[in-house]
T-cell receptor, first 107, second 114 residues
Framework: QKEVEQNSGPLSVPEGAIASLNCTYSDRGSQSFFWYRQYSGKSPELIMSIYSNGDKEDGRFTAQLNKASQYVSLLIRDSQPSDSATYLCAPTGQLTFGSGTQLTVLP | SAVISQKPSRDICQRGTSLTIQCQVDSQVTMMFWYRQQPGQSLTLIATANQGSEATYESGFVIDKFPISRPNLTFSTLTVSNMSPEDSSIYLC???????????FGDGTRLSIL
């Protein structure tokens, strides 16, 4: 079972700020990670995949993978109230999810 | 990514009855899964649906209560049997297209038991 620890939150940031969501993992064999977003009452949706060490940017979202330190993070720039949701990180092949990080962006 | 159609989207059922939830994908996928999620709680994996063979159930879930079928690479069903109010939840199917790929989730079935 792959172990992933996610900063549990809840996390509140003002509109326009940078939201930083972090996960640490224990399995050094984990090669790639996925970030999912789940709005209240909706199913999870994939928002970012990161397959190699370093940063991957997609619009306002940047995923960072640091294999040496065994952490993966998601940065949301210029946070909007519509970003308010629960964010889940998971390595490839992990079928169980923790409670994620609940993010609230305050107008 | 795969387009997933899950039916019904919601239902209200009587205690003791059974309901079958369908999950249809528009392309062949390697793996299909069934989850349950209580309001405000995290996802709980019920089972992996295996094509042409019995599903693989997680601890706490049994075939008699949650029979699952997967006749081909694009379709699966989950039946919630002999329902009780404790079965009221959101049930989600998810798929993985291939090795190393992420999960994609259906819209879920919101089930209420009276």
């Amino acid at each position: 079972q792959k172990e992933v620890e996610q900063n549990s939150g809840p996390l509140s940031v003002p509109e326009g700020a940078i939201a930083s969501l972090n996960c640490t993992y224990s399995d050094r064999g984990s090669q790639s990670f996925f970030w999912y977003r789940q709005y209240s009452g909706k199913s999870p949706e994939l928002i970012m995949s990161i397959y190699s060490n370093g940063d991957k940017e997609d619009g306002r979202f940047t995923a960072q993978l640091n294999k040496a330190s065994q952490y993966v993070s998601l940065l949301i720039r210029d946070s909007q109230p519509s970003d308010s949701a629960t964010y889940l990180c998971a390595p490839t092949g992990q079928l169980t999810f923790g409670s994620g990080t609940q993010l609230t962006v305050l107008p | 990514s795969a387009v997933i159609s899950q039916k019904p989207s919601r239902d209200i059922c009587q205690r003791g009855t059974s309901l079958t939830i369908q999950c249809q994908v528009d392309s062949q996928v390697t793996m299909m899964f069934w989850y349950r999620q209580q309001p405000g709680q995290s996802l709980t994996l019920i089972a992996t649906a295996n094509q042409g063979s019995e599903a693989t159930y997680e601890s706490g879930f049994v075939i008699d209560k949650f029979p699952i079928s997967r006749p081909n690479l694009t379709f699966s069903t989950l039946t919630v049997s002999n329902m009780s109010p404790e079965d009221s939840s959101i049930y989600l199917c998810s798929v993985v297209g291939g090795v190393g790929q992420p999960q994609h989730f259906g819209d879920g079935t919101r089930l209420s038991i009276l």
